[in-house]
């Protein structure tokens, strides 16, 4: 950690004395289990920035903050923020020319739950890219251990899958009954880049597609169909199921949806040119319709 | 002071739930947070009362001012409208174990919904609703109560019931006479306590709630809460708005956690014919919250809505409600705002630009 921090400090300085206006990384929070995005514009307040064991909250969303429009931005991003960056430059909401990255080698990090007990980041122990490989600088060890095998880190997935209908019905019903739809979820995904949500207007409060009273088909509505628009974007940063004050495991929508992307179109999760469409753009007349009528179960 | 054994806890809960809904922590996965006795009941729900954990997740405000409520039905008949208020129905809500931080939240709600115009749907909930309160003799680190001159172990009043959970009781006296009661009517569940347990629970009590409005070494504390509000012109335009704003989600987790907040917006659900108006919590942090129906919107920026969120419950709400703060340091906003935006954090940076 002291190892980034250092060369994350270094970096900052250099970038800021080069013509960046802006350097955003990370800096501890008031207790040893925090830490929060920093946003950096003077050579004296370089000395704040701090890479500790909780720093998981991906940065790249911050990039499509309207106050940052045209600003020459310098931004740290660990393995799985830089996904999310590439899937922001595939659909054109951030202008690579602007925006100068350098990659964190992730050790993986932790997480605290409520009661103060920490362990592993879950999304780490399923991350298969904690080193954004592709990029020119990248600091900290780059030989990190991969935590879970590609294979085992849908077993919440499939864990799932093996119930009955009635069975996971409920199972969904009880986790989303907790929503308070403050909608942090949507709010801290960094590829949720619409302006004005279809589902819920411009806020949580609107009569737009879906109605604010709490109720569970409301709340089911919101989950569902923010999971259907992330089909081929999501990357699996966990930032959704991390914020969630309710702990509702949104992951594990997202990660079903994967899997059935990955096992039914052999899509990638994140195409390295824009020459791949996502599976929402892309047609074949041969694509597999598991859910239809007389369509075929496999690809 | 009476005795309850804790082995004859759910007994009691069962006896008085013939009279009260009863709402009371539960540990359910990782968290801890109210639901109903008589969901603990059943056993392939995995619910477990919990009464050590301090805090739970979500503020029980949600009890006197729920999330969302309906409360007019309407109906078009031909040419005829008709409207049908809806009533409330059923026992009284019990809310067991809450803790002293989160029942003085419910006088700063009365303060807003009991003045007149009262609020009749805040009133029927608040008249039907007892309250038992937890006595706090150890804080955790996200606790800040006494910064608001909130007794963590408990006043005499306020309450319906306070108890202390002491080894194997819970040790109860009454708050208000429908606690006394409570007390009476279930007698046979309680024993009397022994004079040297009393004395010592109310010693440590008494100590715990003036320990720690001293105690300058406790990084939550270090900023008086009146400090926005006698230097609100030079904190109003200082420059750290833009700074939390930078961060800021503009998600309402905060608003929403919170005990006392209390912003809310009527909404209809309509059909064709026939329809339900309903109110639900709204959020300042949220882009809409202040927009007209012409369009414009006095806050749209970010900055503007987290100052508006601070200073109300700083600065405006005790220049309307003799000074009252509208903030109990329950620690919720510390605990859970993804990018560490806290009241406290607030305090600090607003001591930066009086001390620059």
Same mark, same amino acid.
């Not at chain 1, 190892?3 to 250099?14: F, G, K, S, V, Y």
């Not at chain 2, 706090?136 to 909130?150: G, N, R, V, W």
């Not at chain 2, 833009?242 to 905060?254: S, T, V």
């Given at each position: ?299 | 002071? +009476?005795? !309850?054994?804790?082995?004859? +806890? ?35 729900? @995995? ?7 301090? !805090? ?24 005829? +409208? ?96 429908? @606690?006394? !009661? ?44 009146? !400090? ?66 012409? @369009? ?34 329950? @620690? ?25």
């Amino acid at each position: 950690m002291e190892i980034i921090t250092n060369a994350m400090r270094q970096l900052a300085r250099e970038g800021l004395e080069n013509g960046l206006d802006i350097i955003i990384g990370w800096k501890d929070g008031r207790f040893e289990w925090q830490s929060k995005p920093a946003f950096i514009t003077e050579i004296n307040d370089i000395e704040s920035l701090n890479f500790n064991n909780y720093s998981l909250k991906n940065l790249s969303g911050y990039l499509l903050k309207k106050e940052l429009k045209d600003k020459k931005i310098g931004i740290f991003l660990k393995g799985c923020d830089y996904k999310a960056y590439k899937q922001l430059v595939n659909y054109n909401q951030v202008d690579p020319e602007n925006i100068q990255i350098w990659g964190i080698a992730c050790p993986g990090l932790k997480e605290r739950d409520f009661h103060g007990n920490t362990s592993n980041a879950e999304r780490c122990q399923r991350c298969q890219e904690p080193v954004p490989e592709e990029l020119e600088t990248i600091i900290g060890k780059k030989e990190v251990a991969i935590q879970n095998s590609p294979e085992d880190k849908y077993q919440d997935v499939k864990k799932l899958e093996s119930l009955a209908t009635d069975e996971r019905f409920d199972y969904w019903k009880d986790q989303i009954s907790d929503c308070i739809r403050c909608y942090a979820c949507r709010n801290t995904c960094p590829l949720c880049e619409c302006t004005t949500c279809m589902i819920a207007g411009g806020d949580s409060n609107s009569d737009d597609w879906i109605d604010s009273a709490k109720e569970f088909s409301q709340d089911f509505f919101f989950h569902s169909i923010r999971a259907f628009h992330q089909a081929g974007r999501c990357v699996d940063c966990g930032e959704c199921e991390e914020v969630c004050p309710v702990d509702i495991p949104i992951s594990k929508i997202n990660n079903k949806i994967r899997h059935d992307i990955e096992n039914l179109y052999e899509m990638p999760e994140v195409a390295d040119d824009d020459s791949v469409m996502g599976p929402l753009l892309d047609f074949r007349e041969d694509d597999p319709e598991p859910g239809s009528k007389g369509g075929k179960e496999n690809a | 002071m +009476l005795k !309850l054994d804790k082995n004859k +806890l759910q007994d009691f809960l069962k006896a008085i739930e013939e009279e009260y809904q009863i709402q009371l922590p539960v540990k359910k996965a990782d968290q801890t947070d109210f639901c109903n006795f008589e969901d603990t009941l059943k056993p392939n729900k @995995g619910l477990e009362i919990d009464l050590n954990t301090r !805090l739970s997740v979500k503020s029980p405000k949600s009890y006197l001012f729920p999330r969302s409520e309906s409360y007019l039905e309407f109906k078009k008949d031909n040419e005829r +409208l008709d409207f049908k208020l809806k009533e409330l129905t059923g026992k009284a809500n019990l809310i067991f174990g809450i803790r002293n931080c989160d029942q003085e939240s419910f006088k700063i709600l009365d303060k807003v919904f009991l003045q007149e115009p009262v609020d009749q749907l805040y009133k029927r909930r608040r008249n039907s609703t007892i309250t038992v309160v937890a006595r706090c003799l150890e804080q955790s680190e996200t606790c800040f109560c006494q910064l608001f001159e909130i007794e963590p172990a408990g006043s005499e009043t306020g309450a319906d019931l306070y108890y202390y959970n002491y080894n194997d009781g819970l040790y109860f006296t009454a708050g208000s006479d429908q @606690g006394e !009661l409570i007390l009476s009517d279930y007698s046979q569940y309680f024993k009397s306590v022994e004079p040297e347990i009393e004395k010592k629970l109310n010693q440590e009590a008494n100590q715990f709630n003036g320990k720690i409005t001293a105690d300058s070494d406790n990084p939550l504390m270090q900023n008086k809460p009146e !400090l926005l509000y006698d230097n609100k012109e030079a904190i109003f335009n200082s420059d750290i708005w833009q700074e939390l704003a930078n961060r800021c989600l503009e998600c309402g987790i905060c608003t929403y956690l919170c005990p006392t907040c209390h912003c809310y917006d009527i909404q209809d659900y309509s059909a064709d014919q026939s329809g339900e108006r309903y109110r639900c919590w709204d959020s300042c942090l949220f882009s809409n919250f202040t927009e007209m129906a012409h @369009g414009d919107n006095p806050r749209e920026e970010t900055y503007q809505r987290l100052r508006q969120r601070f200073f109300h419950k700083l600065v405006y709400f005790p220049e309307e409600q003799e000074e009252s703060l509208a903030c109990v340091g329950c @620690g919720r906003c510390l605990g859970s705002c993804p990018v560490n935006i806290d009241i406290t954090e607030v305090l600090a940076l607003a001591g930066g630009v009086i001390n620059d």
